[in-house]
Each structure stands twice: as structure tokens, then as C-alpha cells.
């Protein structure tokens, strides 16, 4: 590439890694190859079929044109319902925004909260779009390495240590993505308590909720609402290339959000929200569930197989659909081995390079976002390339 | 509301003004008065049948999971092949890359080029977000006043005088919102030339063309592969609410939008780029061109009318569906006016400070998405109102 002018960000934001792996494994299957995809981080299953049908009246319907930029007012009612229903908690339909993805809402949060040099405390490892959005708005992500012995989570202690005079505030994920660990409920009353005390802000990110197998997950804003919570119809609900997300701010929060996303998006695709509206139906969630317990069978399938491989997971996952394994009995450069793992068994996995810097090397992230049987034939054919 | 934490880059980013006015009309219709809507910036036609068909077959194929961040590779390729065929312009697909509307074209255009402190030199009126994207990523709209002796349009004059140490390109848009002019193909090039020169970067918006009355209108490709062209399925393809837009980018910028978009917004919607196939299909462009006369025949139906009613529009718009008036003659306040005017008459216009500073006072912009019988409903109630 020729020397071009660009803004000084590009410098510093990083495709995802996985994308030039993704490229490769394409290769190979035009070639023939079989490919099993671990690396995949959406679900497999295509869109409940309740959705789908309102997607379709809604397009019957001539539902083209745009909504208003905080969404149609029946689905942050409805999501305002879903509150109430699924954690017993009472949140203002007013305070729900409607965005395109988790990133629209992310970007919006970062827009609104974050000036020139502002710190936002997060994990390493994280979800990488994180940092990316913080310096995208000029504002900094000040990546905190956890390990196991916090469950891969922030902790007060952490928050306390890493809080300096430009920080703005905190960013947790839970589920969180690559580890899919949870942050424990008095743990998020403590960092939000010395959040609070500092004057920062707190964003916990939600998008794998409803993906939890062995609790039932409660979400930030049942603790506080000054709480931004960020979800997504993209996972639980199976939606992801609808694009349809949504954040819900404190009160105060609400005409900044709502006048940056007029500015940003002007809207959340039309359609997407009217086909949202089927998600709290009954019949859906019953699909949803479903699917919630297949992800679950193929993660009591992988993770004890994993173990066997001699990759070491301290810690059970308590939801998403990812296995984040130390990888050091068997490598000690996670992002080479990903790539002959792929060119020799034939297997796609995510390097730990592309969720931070702390111990990336020593890790991958395992998606089970795919059948047991593939999962079972992936586990077979890193077995084989190991004993080689 | 209480003082609560914000980025500064907030206190700048101002919300539309017509959005409070729509607000108010959509509480006097709830009162069951009638409003005629003269604000609304999208078609008023639901998005053509064949589309919209072609989005029932994608949902019913599932077609519900991430497209790669670029969009899908046989729309990349139907836009290169329309940019042929309508333009005579060969394009290499691999440089289209499809967005969340042309709002995510202009956030990563923005995102891309400008650095803290840079400029971007724009026409003063011109469409309120793009200064505020630029705000966005920390950098500055130099908004340069332009009048109808330059068309509403920069020159390469204007570009010459605005342009100092910081300034990093121009942006222009043909058709204008909210003019509906455009840059001329000559004075195009000396732009074009002097930001080359300069060592800066053209953006042309170009989210209006096909709705051209007078001429054909070319697109800003046939002069350079170095200019950023954003476009949009929003306006002429009538698909607004599906959120689906374009850029072209020069060759060596293919990496840096495709990994910001990786991050920013991960893909446009899915089933929008599906349905999106059927834009280009004869019966498709057919529909497309009656709803272009019909256009015309608004625009040559209410440009006399408000000229008769005192206002002064001393050019003929000649694209997009807005006619941007001066009414010095019966207000020197045009935001009170059209408040004024809603209340009184029942009929909503957008006030020119929505448009930017120069002379919005004595401005209003018109928009012909509503039918002509709407429209001479809306004279004769602008007439009365005067006449009071």
C-alpha cells in the first residue's frame, strides 16, 4: 500500500485476526476442504421462525420507512415488559434506546461519555471492539489484565488500583466475551459503589444474557439506575444480521442519546424492530430455550474434551457460547498454532490476540456455536494433530 | 435536568430543531387537527414491491446471519455494474463498500480522515449531521457561507480562501439537501484539483442522485478514483427505513474502512442487502422512474406557488425533493415562523437553522414528499395564514 493520509486512529485500531483466518478457511473450502468452525462468534441457528413471520407482515405491511431515532415506542415497551418479567425490574420505556447492534448503542455510550484522553477502565482479555469504539472517539481504554482468580472479571480492587485523574469510567461484560464468565452480584454492587463514589460512569455490557447455564443472570440495572446497560437482539434472541440492539440509559442520559443517535444512525433498521417485537412471545422464547439448552449440551461436551487435549480451564464458563483455554502445554504462540491448527486439521479457532495483550499468546477462544457432532469431529482432529 | 457527566463534544452536537417541531405536529394530529407535512426528508413512497418481495424470499431462505464487514460480495458487484451502466464508470467492486445507510458512510469517511483539530471544509447550508459527524471524531466543519451566485455550491474560490494549516478536505453533496442543486461538472474538477493538490480529501455526497429533473447528473467517480463518493438505497430506491448505504473508496483506503466498519458497526443489515439485489431489476428502475416524475411534478407544481406566495428562490432546484426558500418578505425569524405556522395553519417546514448558520433566519426549506394535492392544500393554507 502506498503511504496515505489518514487519522492518526488508524493507526491504533486493529481488524479482528480472526477476519484473515475467516478469509483463509474460505479458501480452503472453495477448495474443497472441510472446515470446522470454532471461531464463529454468532449463533448458528437461523432466526426463530415467529420473527421471521413478523419480519414478513411487517414487509407485507409496507413497514419501510424511518423510525424515530430512540425506536418504535411499541418494542421499548415491550423491552420495558421483558424487564419486568424476566428480573422483576421496573425500567421507563423511556429510558430504553433502540440502536443498530451493541455497536450502535457502544458507540453512542463512548460518544456521549467519553472526551479527548478520557480513560475507560476494561478487561484484558475483552470484547476488541471495546477498546477500538474508546480510541474511535479519541478517549482511551485502560485494558486491566484479570485471570481466573477473579473469574476473568474486574473486581472494586481493580477498579480502585487502575482509577486515575483521566479516568471516565468502567466497562464490564457479563457474560463476558471471550471467557464467558459472569461478574458476581456483589462484586457490581462494589464497583458500582466506588464508581459512584468517583463520579464515573459504569457500563456493564449484557449482550450474552439469556445465554447463562447454571444461575439465572441478573441484570446491573437491578442494583442501580445510573447503571448504562447495553444488550443485543443479536445472540439470545438469534438476530444478528438484523442489526438491532439497545441501551438503556439513566434518566438524565436520555436527550444526549437521543440526539446523537439522530446524528449517527437517524434510526435502528425499521424492519428489524417491528420483527423484534415477536421475541417476547411466547412460542419464541420456547425456541430460545431450546436452543439455550443445546448450547449448553455442547458446552458440557467441549469443555471436559478441551480438559482432556491438555488445555487448561480453571474455570467453568457460566454462559455465551465460548471457552477461553490456556493453551501453554501445547504452544507457546497461540496466533501460529491457530493458523496450522486451521492449514493442517482443519480446524478454526480465535488466537488470544484478538481480545488484548495480557497472556494472549498462551490462549484461544473456542466457540461452540456450532453441533456436537462438528464439535466432536474438531476435538478429534486437534487430538491428531497434538499427538503428531 | 440535573448537571450530569458528559463529553464536551455534546454541548456542540445539537439535535434537529424539526424534530421537536414533528413532535409537536404529531401531538396536534393525535388532537385530530390536520398537519401537512412540508419537513419530511424521505419519500413518501413505501419501498418499490419488487424490493420488498426480494426481502420476503431472503427471509423465508433464512438469511439472518453477519454478512462480511464490506457487505455482500454480489451487491458490491450489482452497484459496480449500475455505476457502469448508469455512468459509463468502471468501478472494481472491491472498493464499494456496503453501510448502514450512508450515515455509517460518513462515519467512517470522518473516521478514517480526520484527526483532533483537523477540518473539513463544507457548504453553509448543508446537512446538519455532517458537521456533526465531524464533531464526532474531534475535528472541526469549517462551514464556508455560500448564496445562490455560487448555486448554494463551494467553489474551487471558496475551497481556495477556507482552505489553512489544519484543513484536511472539503466535503460537497449533489444534489444538496437543502437546495437541491448541484456542483457543476467543471467547477467539480477545479475543486477536485485543488484538494488534490493540496494533498487533501473529496467527499462527495452524493445520497440524491437519480432524483435529477433538468439533466443527467454525473457521478464524481467519472473524474477521479481518488474522491470518496457516498451514496445511499435511502432516497431514490426509496428503502429509508431498511438503513443500507454505500461508499466508494480509493484503492488504498480499502483496508482502513473495511477494518473501522469490522469494528464500528461489524455489517450493514443483512436482509437490506439481500432485498437490495432487486434494485437494480428493470421492473424495479421502472417503478423508480415514475416516482421520479412524480417528483418533477411536484417540484414544477410548488416552486411557482411559493414564489407566488413572496418567497424568493431565485434558482430552480434541480434534484432531491426539497426547495429552499428565502422569506425575508414575510418574516425575519423563520424558526418562529415555522412554529407559528404549524400552530396556525397545520403545516410543518423545516427552519434554516436546522441547515446551518448563514441566513437561517431567513430561510425555509420545503420538502414535496407528500402528494400535489397535499402540497396545494398546504399553499392555500401558507396564503391564508399570510394574509392574516
Given at each position: 500500500m502506498n503511504k496515505i493520509r489518514s487519522a492518526k486512529r488508524m493507526d491504533d485500531i486493529q481488524p479482528f485476526h480472526v477476519m484473515e483466518l475467516l478469509t483463509r478457511a474460505r479458501q480452503l473450502e472453495a477448495e474443497g476442504r472441510d472446515i470446522i468452525h470454532m471461531e464463529v462468534g454468532e449463533p448458528d441457528f437461523t432466526t426463530p421462525e415467529p420473527i421471521i413471520q413478523a419480519g414478513i407482515?411487517?414487509?407485507?405491511?409496507?413497514?419501510?420507512?424511518?423510525?424515530?431515532?430512540a425506536g418504535i415506542p411499541e418494542l421499548r415497551q415491550a423491552l420495558s415488559g421483558f424487564y419486568q418479567q424476566r428480573y422483576g425490574v421496573k425500567i421507563d420505556p423511556a429510558r430504553i434506546l433502540i440502536t443498530p447492534g451493541a455497536s450502535g448503542a457502544l458507540l453512542l455510550a463512548t460518544g456521549v461519555l467519553l472526551d479527548i484522553g478520557d480513560e475507560l477502565i476494561m478487561a484484558d482479555p475483552g470484547y476488541p471492539c471495546n477498546r477500538?469504539?474508546?480510541r474511535f472517539v479519541e478517549a482511551r481504554a485502560r485494558m486491566v489484565p484479570v485471570d481466573a482468580d477473579s473469574g476473568y472479571q474486574l473486581t472494586a480492587e481493580h477498579v480502585k488500583q487502575a482509577w486515575n485523574a483521566q479516568t471516565a469510567g468502567v466497562l464490564l461484560a457479563s457474560p463476558a466475551n471471550p471467557t464467558g464468565t459472569l461478574v458476581g452480584a456483589e462484586q457490581l454492587k462494589a464497583i458500582h459503589q466506588q464508581v459512584a463514589a468517583k463520579g464515573g460512569s459504569l457500563i456493564v455490557d449484557e449482550i450474552y444474557h439469556g445465554l447463562v447455564y447454571d444461575s439465572e443472570a441478573q441484570t446491573a440495572?437491578?442494583?442501580s439506575d445510573?447503571?448504562?446497560?447495553?444488550n443485543s437482539f443479536s445472540k439470545y434472541f438469534n438476530m444478528t444480521g438484523w442489526r438491532l440492539g439497545w441501551m438503556v440509559v439513566p434518566q438524565a442520559y436520555i436527550p444526549l442519546a437521543d440526539k446523537l443517535a439522530q446524528n449517527l444512525f437517524l434510526a435502528a433498521p425499521t424492519l428489524a424492530q417491528h420483527a423484534a417485537l415477536a421475541c417476547f412471545e411466547p412460542e419464541t422464547l420456547a425456541i430460545l430455550e431450546a436452543r439455550r439448552l443445546e448450547f449448553q449440551k455442547r458446552r458440557d461436551f467441549l469443555l471436559p474434551a478441551l480438559r482432556e487435549l491438555g488445555f487448561?480451564?480453571?474455570?467453568?464458563?457460566?454462559?455465551?457460547?465460548?471457552?477461553?483455554?490456556?493453551?501453554?502445554?501445547v504452544t507457546d504462540d497461540s496466533f501460529s498454532f491457530s493458523q496450522?491448527?486451521?492449514e493442517e486439521a482443519g480446524v478454526a479457532v480465535t488466537p488470544g490476540l484478538d481480545f488484548g495483550h495480557h497472556r494472549a499468546a498462551q490462549h484461544l477462544r473456542f466457540a461452540y456455536t456450532t453441533s456436537v457432532e462438528r464439535l466432536a469431529e474438531g476435538v478429534e482432529r486437534i487430538r491428531k494433530f497434538l499427538e503428531k
Amino acid at each position: 500500500m502506498n503511504k496515505i493520509r489518514s487519522a492518526k486512529r488508524m493507526d491504533d485500531i486493529q481488524p479482528f485476526h480472526v477476519m484473515e483466518l475467516l478469509t483463509r478457511a474460505r479458501q480452503l473450502e472453495a477448495e474443497g476442504r472441510d472446515i470446522i468452525h470454532m471461531e464463529v462468534g454468532e449463533p448458528d441457528f437461523t432466526t426463530p421462525e415467529p420473527i421471521i413471520q413478523a419480519g414478513i407482515e411487517a414487509l407485507q405491511a409496507g413497514k419501510t420507512h424511518y423510525t424515530p431515532a430512540a425506536g418504535i415506542p411499541e418494542l421499548r415497551q415491550a423491552l420495558s415488559g421483558f424487564y419486568q418479567q424476566r428480573y422483576g425490574v421496573k425500567i421507563d420505556p423511556a429510558r430504553i434506546l433502540i440502536t443498530p447492534g451493541a455497536s450502535g448503542a457502544l458507540l453512542l455510550a463512548t460518544g456521549v461519555l467519553l472526551d479527548i484522553g478520557d480513560e475507560l477502565i476494561m478487561a484484558d482479555p475483552g470484547y476488541p471492539c471495546n477498546r477500538n469504539f474508546t480510541r474511535f472517539v479519541e478517549a482511551r481504554a485502560r485494558m486491566v489484565p484479570v485471570d481466573a482468580d477473579s473469574g476473568y472479571q474486574l473486581t472494586a480492587e481493580h477498579v480502585k488500583q487502575a482509577w486515575n485523574a483521566q479516568t471516565a469510567g468502567v466497562l464490564l461484560a457479563s457474560p463476558a466475551n471471550p471467557t464467558g464468565t459472569l461478574v458476581g452480584a456483589e462484586q457490581l454492587k462494589a464497583i458500582h459503589q466506588q464508581v459512584a463514589a468517583k463520579g464515573g460512569s459504569l457500563i456493564v455490557d449484557e449482550i450474552y444474557h439469556g445465554l447463562v447455564y447454571d444461575s439465572e443472570a441478573q441484570t446491573a440495572l437491578a442494583i442501580s439506575d445510573d447503571i448504562f446497560v447495553i444488550n443485543s437482539f443479536s445472540k439470545y434472541f438469534n438476530m444478528t444480521g438484523w442489526r438491532l440492539g439497545w441501551m438503556v440509559v439513566p434518566q438524565a442520559y436520555i436527550p444526549l442519546a437521543d440526539k446523537l443517535a439522530q446524528n449517527l444512525f437517524l434510526a435502528a433498521p425499521t424492519l428489524a424492530q417491528h420483527a423484534a417485537l415477536a421475541c417476547f412471545e411466547p412460542e419464541t422464547l420456547a425456541i430460545l430455550e431450546a436452543r439455550r439448552l443445546e448450547f449448553q449440551k455442547r458446552r458440557d461436551f467441549l469443555l471436559p474434551a478441551l480438559r482432556e487435549l491438555g488445555f487448561d480451564i480453571p474455570l467453568t464458563p457460566e454462559g455465551a457460547f465460548y471457552i477461553y483455554a490456556n493453551c501453554e502445554s501445547v504452544t507457546d504462540d497461540s496466533f501460529s498454532f491457530s493458523q496450522e491448527l486451521l492449514e493442517e486439521a482443519g480446524v478454526a479457532v480465535t488466537p488470544g490476540l484478538d481480545f488484548g495483550h495480557h497472556r494472549a499468546a498462551q490462549h484461544l477462544r473456542f466457540a461452540y456455536t456450532t453441533s456436537v457432532e462438528r464439535l466432536a469431529e474438531g476435538v478429534e482432529r486437534i487430538r491428531k494433530f497434538l499427538e503428531k
